[in-house]
């Protein structure tokens, strides 16, 4: 595919992707708030996707050529994931910490 129409053609499915991860991150938290549930991590897991559709977005709009943005998405990938496993290992922590506190 040529990259003047791989661009709007990956910008497409990136907002599918984030409208996608804002309904289960709305579907989450409801389970949360009404069904009482713990899944705290999968907040911390769908707004890490959040950002990285946005960081993906972001960075579309800045190449010039197909290597530039492989190498920009590899690279960028890396920085949220850690930040979410992260919220994740720290999330489930303190949900341990807490009930042991309760118990």
């Known amino acids: ?10 910008e497409r499915q990136l907002i599918i992707a984030f409208v996608a ?12 708030i009404k069904q009482d549930k713990n899944c ?8 890490t996707g ?7 977005d972001m960075w579309m709009k800045c190449m010039d050529s197909f290597e530039t943005l492989k190498a920009a998405m590899f690279r960028n ?7 979410g496993i992260l919220g994740i290992v720290a999330s ?4 341990k910490a807490f009930r042991k506190k309760e118990d």
């Open 1 to 10: 595919m040529e990259l003047k129409n791989l661009g709007p053609f990956l």
């Open 21 to 32: 991860q804002l309904v289960f991150f709305g579907c989450n938290l409801w389970a949360i």
């Open 40 to 47: 705290g991590w999968l907040l911390n897991l769908n707004m």
């Open 50 to 56: 959040i950002f990285l559709m946005i960081n993906y």
């Open 77 to 83: 990938s890396f920085e949220p994931l850690v930040a």
């Open 92 to 95: 489930l922590i303190l949900t």
